[in-house]
C-alpha cells in the first residue's frame, strides 16, 4: 500500500497569499484527519472526517481555514488569506474501520509564511 | 474535556540502557486506547505500541513496553536496550469515543540515546 500521500512537502509564500494542502488516504480508510504541528503547541487536531463527514472542527484556528474532503481518496486543507503565525508542520492521517483505532500518517506538509 | 499530558521534555539515555517515558491523562471514560507514536528527525509518525483500556495486562512490542494504570491514568512507555535510532520525539495519544473516534497527543518528550 502506498500509505497517507500528502503534498506539498514544503510550501513557502507570502502572508495574504491562498493555500491549499492536500492529502490522499490509504485505499479503503474511511476516517481523515488534519493535524498541526508547531514548536510552542505541539500537534493540534484540526479537523477529523468519518465517511467523508466532517465530525469535529473545533480545532479549526478561524474562519481563514477551510477542509473539504469531497470523496473518500482526496481531502484538502485550505488557508485563506495565510498569516506567518501558520507557519507549521501540517500532518494528514488517515484509519480504517478496524478495532484497532490507529492512525496512519503522511509525511507532512512544512508551511513557511513569509 | 480529555487531556495528556508528558511531563519530560526532554530524556537521554546511554545507548543499552533502559529509559521509562512518562505520560498521564484525564478522561472520564472508561473504554479508551492509548498510543505511543515516535517521530524521528525524519518527521514521519510512527506508532511504536497501543493499548486498550479495558485490557489489564500491559502491552508488548519486543524492547517496548507499558506501563499501563488504570486507575492513576498513567500510561509510561519503557525502552529496554536501547539503540541509536530510538533516538526520536516520542508522543503519548489518547483515542476516545471509540475506535472511530477522536486522537489527541501529549507534547512529546524528546529522546537522546548517547553512544
Known amino acids: 500500500d502506498a500509505g497517507v500521500i500528502q503534498s506539498p512537502r514544503h510550501e513557502v509564500t507570502e502572508m495574504g497569499q491562498e493555500v491549499t494542502l492536500r492529502c490522499k488516504p490509504i485505499?479503503?480508510?474511511?476516517?481523515l484527519f488534519w493535524y498541526r504541528q508547531t514548536m510552542m503547541r505541539g500537534l493540534e487536531l484540526l479537523i477529523y472526517?468519518?465517511?467523508?463527514?466532517?465530525?469535529?472542527d473545533s480545532g479549526m484556528p478561524e474562519d481563514r481555514f477551510s477542509a473539504k474532503m469531497p470523496n473518500a481518496s482526496f481531502s484538502t486543507l485550505k488557508i485563506q488569506p495565510s498569516e506567518p503565525r501558520d507557519s507549521a508542520v501540517y500532518f494528514c492521517?488517515?484509519?480504517?474501520?478496524?478495532?484497532?483505532?490507529?492512525?496512519?500518517f503522511g509525511e507532512g506538509s512544512r508551511l513557511t509564511v513569509l | 474535556a480529555q487531556t495528556v499530558t508528558q511531563s519530560q521534555p526532554e530524556m537521554s539515555v546511554q545507548e543499552a540502557e533502559t529509559v521509562t517515558l512518562s505520560c498521564t491523562y484525564d478522561?472520564?471514560?472508561?473504554?479508551?486506547?492509548l498510543f505511543w507514536y515516535k517521530q524521528p528527525p525524519s518527521r514521519q509518525m510512527i506508532l511504536v505500541i497501543r493499548?486498550?483500556?479495558?485490557?489489564?495486562q500491559n502491552a508488548t512490542e519486543n524492547r517496548f513496553s507499558v506501563n499501563f494504570q488504570k486507575a492513576a491514568k498513567s500510561f509510561s512507555l519503557k525502552i529496554s536496550d536501547s539503540q541509536l535510532g530510538d533516538a526520536a520525539m516520542y508522543f503519548c495519544?489518547?483515542?476516545?469515543?471509540?475506535?472511530?473516534?477522536?486522537?489527541?497527543f501529549g507534547k512529546g518528550t524528546k529522546l537522546s540515546v548517547k553512544p
Open positions: 485505499s479503503g480508510h474511511n476516517s
Open positions: 472526517f468519518n465517511n467523508n463527514v466532517p465530525i469535529d
Open positions: 478522561t472520564s471514560e472508561n473504554n479508551y486506547y
Open positions: 493499548q486498550e483500556a479495558y485490557k489489564q
Open positions: 492521517a488517515s484509519r480504517g474501520q478496524g478495532n484497532t483505532g490507529e492512525l496512519f
Open positions: 495519544a489518547f483515542l476516545y469515543g471509540g475506535s472511530q473516534g477522536n486522537l489527541i
